[in-house]
């Protein structure tokens, strides 16, 4: 019988005590469950103190990859899982991890995203290449430093899983209209560390062009009413990503 290497699971939390708990519960087949918690005003801590495998660090949160390259480091495993706690194991994506791990041939594995909106499955939009690391060497992995859409650098080989992960990301308009909200923000302090400086065609023009690339280049307009609605708000996202980088150098809060 083939050995499987001991795994990790990772995943930082702000106020995930709605899914927390089948979150968990999904990652049954892990060795050890790390939390990494930016002081949530729910029940997220709690949930989370009641099972057994896991390991809770509560910390003030700078940016994503701080807080993500602060959760690899107490990884006890070689063999690491980050997932969302929006993203949904299913026993199909666990069944390929498993089955992947008995003879690895690379050090970290892609894995595609299926994005659920507004309670409809979206197939366009741009989310239909959307390709994520989740599974990787401890050693290999480290996130780039970006304050938000960080991405892992693997020092090693990659590869892809075949089983795609639900990610339910929207729990409410106001929910998600809030992270992209959050996301502006994060995105407008790296310009502005950059030294870049906003100027008129960038309130005119990227996000008119984010709108058109995303709803017609990307195919949004075969998603429906949905598909409108994700490439306007992520087209006002991209304006006040620059009315936030304005206000930076306004020194106007």
């Known amino acids: 019988m ?19 708990p089948d979150f968990l ?8 469950i790390i939390i990494v918690d930016s002081f949530s005003s729910d029940d ?23 807080q993500k390259n602060f959760a690899i480091s107490k990884a006890s ?9 929006d993203e949904e194991i299913t026993l199909e994506v666990k ?24 309670g409809k499955k979206i197939k366009y939009s741009g989310f239909q290449t959307d390709w994520v690391i989740r599974l990787f060497k401890k050693e ?15 020092m090693g080989a990659t590869s892809k899983l075949k089983t795609r992960v639900p990610h339910h990301t929207y729990k409410s308009f106001d929910d998600y209209t809030g992270k992209l909200h ?30 058109w690339h995303q709803y017609l280049l990307r195919l949004g307009i075969l998603d429906g009413k949905e598909g409108f609605i994700l490439a306007y708000i992520n087209a006002f996202s991209v304006f006040k990503r620059y009315v936030n980088l304005w206000l930076l150098y306004r020194k106007i809060s």
């Open 2 to 20: 083939e050995q499987l290497p001991k795994i990790t699971a990772l995943a930082i939390t702000l106020n995930e005590a709605e899914v927390l």
């Open 77 to 85: 495993h070689d063999w690491v899982l980050f997932f969302d706690p």
């Open 182 to 211: 959050r996301y502006s923000q994060l995105q407008a302090q790296m310009l502005y560390e950059k030294k870049k400086k906003p100027n008129l065609s960038h309130f005119l023009f990227r996000p008119f062009y984010r709108f």
């Open 95 to 118: 069944s390929e991890i498993l089955e992947t791990l008995k003879n690895p041939k690379a050090d970290a594995y892609y894995i595609r995203r299926q994005l659920y909106f507004m």
């Open 140 to 154: 290999c992995g480290k996130y780039d430093g970006n304050l938000v859409h960080e991405t892992l650098q693997v």
């Open 25 to 32: 519960k999904s990652l049954d087949f892990v060795d050890e």
């Open 44 to 66: 997220t801590v709690t949930i989370a103190e009641q099972f057994e495998k896991v390991k809770v660090f509560e910390r003030t949160f700078d940016n994503f990859s701080a």
